[in-house]
């Protein structure tokens, strides 16, 4: 799964830019056949909104709109659609579904927690954010990006997200472990694999990679 919170759509290369408007131009008109087709090309652009971010509208919050049946709003959850995703105005998309009267929408969309964020989330969230900002640098300062929020980790028992970060040539890949969350920074620059951290209600800390015990010596010839 991916979360973009980049919001300026220039800084996207154009033939990436095109394919995302297509592919939410399909949730826009109600082509759910087109847009499962997509999502079988590209399954990690399930809970993406339009390049730019301005409604923060993604598959699920358009099948809410247009008051979807059952079953296509059913799919799009087993591609992993996260019932918790808020756009720009906050709405989710049960939200959207009981604006709109399509109450045959609103239980099936009302989120469902599979595990539990480590108390107090408010917390852990804001820490989480301090680690994407200090490993990030000027990045976000001088590249405006809506930061993840964790809630959608607690839709599925193994729920990984990668958040690119224009400008690092890389990004964050997270994930939820008993009693935090385990983040990966990676860049393609990095002469390594990156650098794995801990997050907690109490704070960050990176995780210390094991040092390899050293190789054996290498056996003695005898002399002839």
């Given at each position: ?40 090309r590209n399954p990690g652009w399930i809970n993406l909104p339009r390049p730019g971010n301005r409604s923060g ?24 659609a996260w019932r918790s995703r808020r756009a720009r105005d906050g709405r989710r998309a049960v939200d959207v ?128």
């Open positions: 799964m991916e979360w973009d919170g980049l919001t300026d759509r220039e800084r996207f290369g154009e033939w990436y830019r095109e394919k995302r408007d297509r592919f939410a131009d399909l949730a826009r008109d109600a082509d759910w056949d087109g847009l499962f087709e997509e999502l079988g509208f993604a598959p699920l919050h358009q099948a809410a709109w247009h008051g979807a049946d059952f079953a296509v709003v059913s799919r799009l959850l087993a591609h992993g579904a009981r604006e709109r009267g399509h109450t045959h929408l609103v239980e099936l969309l009302e989120p469902v927690v599979v595990r539990r964020l480590p108390s107090p989330p408010k917390a852990l969230e804001r820490h989480f954010h301090a680690l994407l900002r200090e490993r990030t640098g000027r990045c976000f300062e001088e590249i405006e990006h809506l930061l993840p929020p964790l809630e959608p980790l607690t839709e599925g028992p193994a729920v990984r997200i990668f958040f690119p970060v224009a400008g690092m040539m890389g990004g964050f890949t997270y994930r939820l472990e008993d009693g935090y969350v385990k983040v990966h920074a990676h860049s393609r620059m990095d002469a390594d694999d990156g650098e794995r951290y801990r997050v907690s209600p109490d704070g960050w800390s990176r995780i210390e990679r094991p040092h390899a015990p050293p190789p054996p010596p290498a056996p003695q010839s005898s002399a002839s």
